[in-house]
Every structure is written in structure tokens, then in C-alpha cells.
């Protein structure tokens, strides 16, 4: 028997991979979580708050350079983390200015391992089936690239997503380390169930490696919206049909802006980007996109969970395109409608509403302050709405007045995450674009439409406007 030494290589390398994408996690991520509690000492010694203000900032952009190489370097799921801690109104500013460059660099795969994986999927040639194929990826992320191409007999540009060879063990890995440390966080620290919203998200990080279900996903959203409105508030990709295999999605190519070149796009045309017209537009696929969203997950419950920058495109005359249906959640009624009750309370800044909110969607908390209810409304408004709180531009989950800091949150049920995440994200793209925007109040009109439905409140106990009202009986009496 002949020893094949680079066979023998091949295999160790890859056993021990794994552990080594351990360790130099909980090495980095240790460093900078001390970095981080060694100077909240080093700062509370400091009584000028000017001052305190500049340590602070130094101590940021300190941190953001190490976060910044840790999402870089390892890839992968840290490529998607950066994408949620990238944020303006969550993460402090110079962590944003470093992460938010991170939407769509990840390491691309080599063209021959994209052709094999393409003529392997698709059980053809690529020049068979393709008359044009850029190699080239227009843009590439955690699990997938993308490529445009040109199908044979076919006018129209289609878009490629091909997923990298054996990135699922990786982000496995990297997922049970990370609830590892919410774990340790949440006992030690910020008094929150992390270890829930972790395990969630090892759930549907776990479904995008199917692009069947991906597909299957897309064409249910587009259809949904279609059926609704007299025209879709958001563009969906339609899918190519028998060209969807689990590792390998072809689609609708889709012209258009990432949002996060929006301000660019405005200068080059020629308009004033802190003028009315630019305001207005804004203003305009804010609306869009939420009001989608608020369809999805309040009148269907079946919605994409993935709205950050990468994944939306600004199309001709403002119209918004979603993008990437990997990331979709399917909400239970009960979780819905009490999501719908508690988009009420926010709507209407009502404590006992919130309360009850809370109570119904099973988020256990542990009070740890006086003014429970007004806390609990605050927290809500934090977690659940994209805009911030009276007096609040930045949310900072460390400092002593921090909703969390005052009411603990022991339990989090683990569906309710990706509500969570998107509002979380719709809230970035909201501070992001300079608005700040209370999804729920656009979303106050469907919630009570979702609660009447399930008989929960009757016509005279809606606070709609009158003529929405109207509307709304319409809707119902046609249905």
C-alpha cells in the first residue's frame, strides 16, 4: 500500500481546522471583551466627561480595528456578524465606519471550483447551458457567490448563485462558539437571553445551505405581495425554473443601486443629497421597504429575515428590489398576532399593552428597577420598532442606562429572533439613510387588520384613521 502524503496532509488539515478556527476565536474575542471591561475601569476614574468622551471614542476605534480583522480574516459567519454589529444606531460610530465595508468581501471561490460545482449541480457543460458566463463574481458573501450570465435562447440577463465547497462545516463551528460566548456574556454581563437568539439563528443560518428552499421561498414572497397590492411595494427575482439544485440557484438579474451608494448615485445625478427631492426619496424606499415588511410579517407571518444593505437595490424611479431569500422565517399565529398586539402598544405608547405584550409573546423578565411598565415600554421600543426612543441616539447595551441593564430579559423565545433582527436591521438602514422612522406606526393599520381577522378586537375598538377604517371593511367584505 502506497501512502499518499498529500492526501494524508489534506485530511489532517481539514480535522483540524475546526479546532483551530476555535481557538483563534475565543483568543480575539477574549481579547477584545477584556480590552473593553479593563478600560470601563480604567474610565470611570475620569471626572471630566469630555474627556471621558475622547477615551471612549479612542478605546472604540482601538476595538473596531480588532472586530474588523476578526470578521476579515476568519470570514465565514463573522462576515454575517459584522453585518448586525454594523450598524449606526446600535454599534458606536467608528465600529460602523470599519464594518459596514464588510457587506460583500468575502473570499471568492476560484473559477474551476465554480465550474465544477456548476457542471456537477446541473448535470451540463457550462457552455451548454450558458451563452454568456462571467466568471468574474459580481458580488461574494458568506455562503454563496454570485455570477451573471445569460442563459441560451434567452434575452435577458439571470443571475448565478453558486455556493462555496465545504463552508457549512465552518459556520456550524463557528455558531457553537458563538453561543458558547452569549452563554458566558449573558451570566456575566448583559442580563439577556443571547443563548436563545444564538440557537435560532444556528437554525436558519443552517436552512440557507438548501437553495431549493431558497427558491421555493422566493417565489411564495413574490406571489403573496403581488396578491395584496395593486403593485408590490418591493421587486422580487423571479426564479429560472429547472435551474435550482441545493448548491446552485439561477435567477432574475435585477438592475440596480446597492442601497449603501445611494448618497453617490444622488450626487452623480445631480441633486442636492440634503435637499428636499433627495429627503423625499428616502423617504419614499423607507416606506416601500417597510411596508413589505410589515405585510410579511403581520398578514402572512412567512417573511425574509435578511434585510441588510447587501441585500436591497435601488431600481429606476426609487423602487426597491429585495434580495436573497436564504434567510426566510416561518412565524407561528400565536407569535404573530402577539407580535401585532405589541406593535400596538409601541404605536401607542401604551404601558399596559406592553406589558401584556410582552407576557403573551413569552419574553420572561426580571425587573431590576422601579418603574417597571415605563422600562418595559422603552425596552420595547428598543427591541421591536425602528425608532429610537425619546432622547436615545445610540443604543449602548453596556452602559448603566440601558434598558437591558434595568429590566433583565431571562427568556427569549427563540422564533421570535428574526423579528428581532429584521426591525434591528430595518432600524440600521433607517439611521443610515438619516430618518428616523417608527415602523410601527406604518405597521399599526395591518396589526389591528391581523387582530380583527383572529377575532381578538372588533371594528369600533380600531384607533385607525377613519378612512383607513373605510378601507379596511372594503377589504374585508370583498374578501
Not at 443563548?195 to 421555493?216: H, L, N, P
Not at 451608494?261 to 445631480?270: A, H, Q, S, T, V
Amino acid at each position: 500500500m502506497v501512502l499518499d502524503f498529500k492526501d494524508l496532509q489534506e485530511k489532517l488539515s481539514t480535522s483540524f481546522r475546526p479546532w483551530q478556527r476555535s481557538f483563534e476565536f475565543w483568543v480575539r474575542a477574549a481579547d477584545i471583551y477584556t480590552g473593553y471591561k479593563t478600560f470601563q475601569v480604567r474610565v470611570s476614574f475620569e471626572k471630566d466627561e469630555k474627556k471621558a468622551e475622547a477615551m471612549w471614542e479612542r478605546q472604540h476605534e482601538h476595538a473596531a480595528d480588532k472586530v474588523y480583522s476578526m470578521c476579515s480574516d476568519m470570514g465565514g459567519f463573522f462576515l454575517k456578524v459584522a453585518q448586525i454589529l454594523g450598524k449606526p444606531d446600535l454599534a458606536p460610530a467608528a465600529w460602523v465606519r470599519r464594518l459596514v465595508t464588510l457587506c460583500d468581501q468575502a473570499p471568492a471561490t476560484p473559477s474551476n471550483m465554480v465550474q465544477l460545482v456548476l457542471e456537477k449541480e446541473l448535470c451540463k457543460k457550462v457552455d451548454e447551458m450558458f451563452e454568456r458566463f462571467e466568471w468574474v463574481p459580481i458580488g461574494s458573501a458568506s455562503i454563496a457567490q454570485v455570477h451573471r450570465a445569460r442563459l441560451k435562447g434567452d434575452k435577458n440577463d439571470v443571475v448565478v448563485k453558486v455556493q462555496h465547497p465545504g463552508v457549512q462545516e465552518l459556520m456550524m463551528t463557528d455558531l457553537r462558539n458563538l453561543k458558547a460566548f452569549a452563554l458566558f456574556v449573558q451570566k456575566t454581563d448583559i442580563k439577556f437571553d443571547f443563548f436563545s437568539v444564538c440557537k435560532e439563528m444556528e437554525k436558519q443560518i443552517g436552512y440557507e445551505f438548501d437553495f431549493t428552499r431558497e427558491a421555493d421561498a422566493m417565489d411564495r414572497i413574490k406571489t403573496f405581495l403581488h396578491k395584496i397590492n395593486r403593485k408590490s411595494p418591493v421587486k422580487v427575482p423571479r426564479v429560472i425554473t429547472n435551474a435550482v439544485t441545493r448548491r446552485v440557484l439561477v435567477m432574475e438579474y435585477i438592475d440596480g443601486v446597492p442601497i449603501l451608494n445611494l448618497g453617490d448615485e444622488i450626487k452623480k445625478r445631480g441633486i442636492n443629497p440634503d435637499g428636499k427631492m433627495a429627503a423625499e426619496a428616502k423617504q419614499n424606499i423607507l416606506k416601500s421597504l417597510t411596508l413589505a415588511y410589515g405585510q410579511m410579517i403581520l398578514k402572512s407571518g412567512f417573511f425574509h429575515a435578511d434585510p441588510h444593505p447587501g441585500n436591497i437595490l435601488i431600481c429606476k424611479g426609487s423602487e426597491v428590489a429585495l434580495l436573497d431569500y436564504g434567510q426566510v422565517k416561518d412565524l407561528p399565529n400565536t407569535l404573530r398576532l402577539g407580535y401585532a398586539n405589541l406593535v400596538l402598544a409601541i404605536a401607542d405608547n401604551d404601558h399596559a399593552r406592553a406589558t401584556e405584550g410582552f407576557r403573551e409573546l413569552g419574553i420572561d423578565t426580571l425587573n431590576l428597577c422601579s418603574n417597571e411598565q415605563a422600562e418595559l415600554l422603552k425596552l420595547a421600543q428598543v427591541m421591536f420598532d425602528t425608532k429610537l426612543p425619546p432622547g436615545v441616539t445610540v443604543l449602548q447595551p453596556f452602559s448603566e442606562d440601558s434598558s437591558i441593564k434595568k429590566i433583565a430579559v431571562k427568556a427569549f423565545p427563540e422564533e421570535l429572533f428574526s423579528v428581532l433582527r429584521t426591525v434591528q436591521l430595518l432600524r440600521g438602514l433607517s439611521v443610515g439613510l438619516g430618518i428616523n422612522y417608527s415602523c410601527a406606526d406604518q405597521w399599526r393599520p395591518i396589526a389591528e387588520e391581523a387582530l380583527y381577522l383572529a377575532g381578538r378586537i372588533k371594528v369600533e375598538d380600531m384607533k385607525t384613521r377613519e378612512r383607513s377604517k373605510r378601507g379596511f371593511l372594503r377589504r374585508i367584505l370583498w374578501r
